[in-house]
């Protein structure tokens, strides 16, 4: 066993506990309401291994808003997208439209941001504490032994001292990324405190600004040395996700280039952290949102992943044109192409649209073609496939092709070719062994010493006085 395996046992008891009642604590705070026109479930009944369990779903209230996001940080809910995708949605803070900026020539990735290992890796948010560790292995048996690779929670964005990584809240991530030297950590990290309590963009603007000066620096380098200390400094760090939305204090709408200067001085903090090997993952919501999300991007130096959320909303948009719209996956894949990053899909899942197992089935052959660094499917209702029973066709699909999966995708579903392999029947072989010393051989024939696996011979010493 390796020494940093070793330690992370150890630590193991001592931190399960603290944990278990860190979540608890996390989960009651304040700034977690769920946001209007959002179902969600608070927390998802334990499941079996081999049927996905029932959620008990709390009545969705009425919705004026086309655009809304689930508040919760541990259960997330990308931003809607506008019931129209060529149709902008008026942001709270007017900007002017902007086509997404392209290199005129592809730059290429540092080494220190290309992954270990060229397989896609996969996993699922199950939840933000110890459970969610718990769940990674039950889901991995319903999946008939799938390695799931990817852990993936959320800090909280109530108050700082959440953002910089609660005691014992951590710990048991960090050990069961510790077990495998192939898994990955990755966990979204809030740029702002009352993160979703709905702070005007007037403020915002002026925390952004704070932010881009310096003053919030000390809360990011805390986080950054508890996660070195942790022994898991090599830990993907979703920043300030759906900054393209209208629900975050950390959103970039009302000033956008204070959030790529407070961005900048976030990554720069982190990394001048000795021992750290973070990668920092930019991670829109799909389409334009409240601002398009290309006028955030804060440039190559300090994004290693290009990200996006991407789940099956709004109602009646088909996956093609969840492919085609503007700042959609599409546009998504060949941004992050022309910058030489690798993408990823930290959230992604069903949602206005039902149990559509079109949706899931194209959206996994999506992944396969285009091969993302992670994915990472948000796993309860209404999104999810194995905690949420409303969803059974989609859960079949989602069962039926990740089922047994390691490292290698499945092959993008394509039209079937039929080939006529010659059928002959294989000439058994005698096998090739040495004879024992003093030891005779008898000659059987071929084929029945193919059948007996070897010749037979008779010990010439059997009778010896030695013996």
């Known amino acids: ?23 608890a604590a996390l989960a009651s705070g304040p700034g977690f309401a769920a946001g209007a026109g959002v179902v969600r479930v608070a927390d998802p009944p334990a499941p079996t291994p081999t049927v996905p369990a029932p959620a008990v779903v709390q009545p969705a209230p009425a919705a004026a808003d086309p655009v809304s996001e689930d508040a919760d940080p541990f259960a997330p809910v990308p931003s809607a997208t506008p019931a129209a995708p ?36 996969f996993g699922a948010y199950l939840d933000y504490g110890a459970r969610g560790v718990a769940r990674i ?23 700082w001292r959440n953002i910089e990584g609660p005691p014992g809240f951590l710990d048991v991530w960090a050990d069961w990324r510790l077990e495998k030297d192939d898994r990955m950590l990755v966990l979204n990290v809030p740029m702002m405190e009352r993160n979703e309590e709905g702070v005007s963009d007037a403020e915002v603007r002026g925390l952004l600004r704070q932010g881009a000066a310096g003053e919030f620096d000390h809360h990011f380098r805390a986080l950054a040395e508890r996660l070195v200390a942790l022994e898991v400094p090599d830990t993907v760090i979703v920043l300030g996700w759906e900054m393209n ?65 991407s789940y099956d909303q709004p109602t009646g948009l088909s996956f093609d044109e969840q492919v085609k719209e503007p700042y959609g996956l599409q546009e998504h894949v060949e941004f992050a192409k022309a910058h030489g990053k690798p993408i990823s899909y930290p959230e992604w899942g069903l949602f206005r649209n039902g149990d559509n197992a079109e949706y899931m089935r194209r959206m996994l052959a999506w992944m396969d073609e285009h091969k993302p660094l992670y994915n990472t ?11 949420c029973g409303q969803n059974p066709q989609s859960s ?10 390691t490292d290698e995708p499945s092959p993008t579903p394509t039209a079937p070719t039929t080939t006529t392999e010659p059928t002959t029947e294989p000439t058994p072989q005698p096998p090739t062994t040495e004879t024992p010393v003093n030891c005779t051989p008898m000659d059987l024939g071929d084929w029945v010493e193919y059948w007996l696996g070897g010749k037979l011979c008779i010990r010439l010493d059997w009778w010896s006085r030695n013996r």
Request: hydrophobic share 35%; glycine share 8%.
């Open 1 to 23: 066993m390796a020494p940093q395996q070793r330690r992370a046992r150890s630590r193991r008891l001592a931190v399960v506990a603290a944990a278990v009642a860190a979540s």
């Open 86 to 121: 060529v149709t902008p949605v008026t942001p709270a803070v007017p900007v002017a439209p902007e086509t997404p900026a392209e290199s005129p020539t592809p730059v290429p990735a540092s080494p220190s941001t290309l992954p270990a290992k060229v397989a896609p890796a």
């Open 137 to 159: 292995a039950e889901l991995s048996d319903w999946l008939g032994g799938a390695e799931l690779r990817v852990g993936h929670t959320y800090l909280p964005g109530d108050r």
């Open 245 to 309: 939305g209208i629900t975050y204090t950390h959103r970039c709408g009302p000033d956008p280039e204070a959030w790529k200067m407070y961005w900048n001085r976030i990554v720069s903090t982190m990394r001048s952290v000795p021992g750290q090997k973070f990668r920092f993952d930019f991670t829109p919501t799909r389409g334009r949102d409240a601002v398009p999300w290309t006028r955030c991007y804060p440039g190559d130096d300090t994004v290693d992943i290009v990200g996006m959320d």
């Open 377 to 387: 499917v948000t796993d309860y209702c209404p999104h999810g496939v194995w905690q």
């Open 396 to 405: 079949a699909v989602y069962r039926s092709l990740l089922s047994g999966r």
